[in-house]
């Protein structure tokens, strides 16, 4: 298989690695780079476990070509804390026990990120809209839920 040349920016550093065409992006990032907060649940683009964002839109990284992110700013769960503090979504979804197994909480994450930084202050329903692309099969959804809602809170109160 021919490898073809892939450089993109991922949490703010510039990345450049060479893989196989037809190399998806959750591959690349983790087994390549070694970002390996996107999962790969599904692998079919069902689950949401490997969602990121990709030029300020969420995308799902099991179904992207790497090779289509030529020039991308890629942003991962990894890339949201800051010298060690946790980004407020984060803290929110440890706060309030938003998580069980963990294995969704990275692309519920990245979804409610997406959603926050277009709508600051989104009702219940759009935080429901906004993460039904994700499975969870453990927390029933109230706690990701909350969460989202308490860190959209905390993040128009800081803004005050």
């Known amino acids: 298989m021919a490898k ?3 450089q993109f920016t991922l949490n703010g550093a510039e990345k450049a690695e060479f ?3 037809g190399t998806t992006l959750l591959n690349a990032l983790r087994d ?10 599904c692998h079919q683009g069902t689950c949401g476990a490997c969602s990121v ?7 799902l990284s099991c179904l992207t070509l790497a090779e289509t992110c030529n020039g991308a700013a890629i942003t991962t769960t990894s890339g949201l804390s ?3 503090v946790l980004h407020p979504l984060q803290r929110a979804f440890l706060d309030a026990f938003a998580t069980q197994c963990g294995f969704c909480t990275s692309g519920m994450i990245m979804a409610a ?3 926050l930084d277009h709508t600051p202050n989104p009702s219940r329903d759009e935080v429901v809209e906004a993460l039904s692309g994700n499975i969870c099969r453990c927390t029933g959804y109230e706690p990701i839920i909350q ?3 308490t860190a959209a809170r905390s993040n ?3 803004a005050a």
């Open 32 to 41: 390549k780079i070694g970002d390996t907060s996107p999962k790969g649940g």
């Open 19 to 21: 893989i196989d065409s």
């Open 113 to 115: 990120k997406v959603l």
């Open 147 to 149: 969460a989202v809602l």
């Open 82 to 84: 800051e010298g060690g």
């Open 53 to 59: 964002i990709i030029d300020g839109e969420l995308r």
């Open 4 to 6: 073809v040349p892939v």
């Open 156 to 158: 128009s109160q800081n």
